[in-house]
């Protein structure tokens, strides 16, 4: 059954921001460090989405995590005011186009099970919804078995959005990615092209490729995945960026897609 609107579940919200410094004995005002970005944590599993009820808005962090044991997506979108977890049931299961009053603002493509990835971005105030449209064994999307959920978005902690290591950027010719370091590290997406782009980053298993995981998908996830799912940043307008935190293992070739160019990219962490 899946899990009412209002959580009361595991995940939970930690906002934290620097207050206003207050003067001290001598009348002097006491000094204050940069404000924090709120930090809230998605889960997924089968077949339900994990996130708090209402979350501060500005600049977000936000970690999502496949704690399932199929591979999940985060496709997100922006609702108008008004519309309900039974209008987002009824398209859904009307099959049919995305409606004029849901706005695609690009959500997490794919992590397998275990996976996780910390997407930091600007989001403003306003109603929101998580979608699964990966399939289930037998075919259907996970959405249509009850994996969505809304949550509202207020407010504005004022923060800065984070420095990166390093920048992918998407043009309309391909992905130019640059030498990348194993490790933790904040890495920016930046589109620079003329028309909205997308960042996947998969490791495919020796001598595998998509032909492979189109085939696994449609066996029903029979024998041994062909890919590792590792996140990455759907569909985001020209001349935007977010910032991934992710972990490079040192020696494993990783692959960044774009599937708006049908371009890809490998390279290896040093």
């Known amino acids: 059954m ?15 921001a620097c207050t206003d410094g207050d003067d001290g004995v001598d009348g002097s005002a006491t000094t204050t460090g940069p404000l924090a970005a709120t930090t809230v944590d998605v889960s997924a599993t089968e077949f339900a989405f994990d996130v708090p009820s209402e979350v501060t808005g500005g600049v977000v962090e936000m970690g999502f995590t496949n704690s399932g044991g199929l591979p999940h997506e985060f496709a997100f979108a922006r609702i108008e005011e008004g519309k309900t977890e039974a209008d987002v049931k009824a398209v859904i299961e009307s099959g049919g186009e995305p409606p004029r009053w849901a706005e695609d603002v690009a959500g997490v493509p794919g992590l397998s099970p275990g996976q996780s990835i910390t997407v930091t971005r600007s989001l403003e105030p306003g109603s929101y919804v998580f979608l699964c449209f990966f399939p289930d064994p037998e075919g259907t999307p996970h959405a249509s078995l009850g994996m969505y959920e809304l949550f509202t978005i207020a407010g504005d902690t004022g ?7 390093a920048t992918i950027t998407a043009t309309d010719d391909g992905l130019q990615v640059p030498a990348l370091t194993s490790g933790e590290q904040t890495v920016e997406f930046e589109n620079g092209g003329t028309e909205p782009h997308e960042l ?4 495919f298993e020796p001598g595998k490729g998509i ?9 029903g996830y029979q024998g041994e995945p062909p890919v590792t799912f590792l996140g990455g940043m759907q569909t985001i307008p020209a001349g935007e960026s977010v910032f991934l935190t992710i972990d490079l ?10 599937f708006t160019t049908k371009s890809s990219e490998a390279f290896t962490a040093s």
């Open 200 to 203: 996947a980053l998969v490791a």
């Open 211 to 219: 032909k492979d995981v189109d085939r696994w998908f449609g066996s």
């Open 159 to 165: 923060a800065a959005l984070p420095e990166p290591d």
């Open 249 to 258: 293992e040192p020696g494993v070739q990783y692959t960044a897609l774009d």
């Open 2 to 16: 899946r899990r009412p609107l209002i959580l009361v579940g595991a995940a939970a919200l930690s906002l934290s």
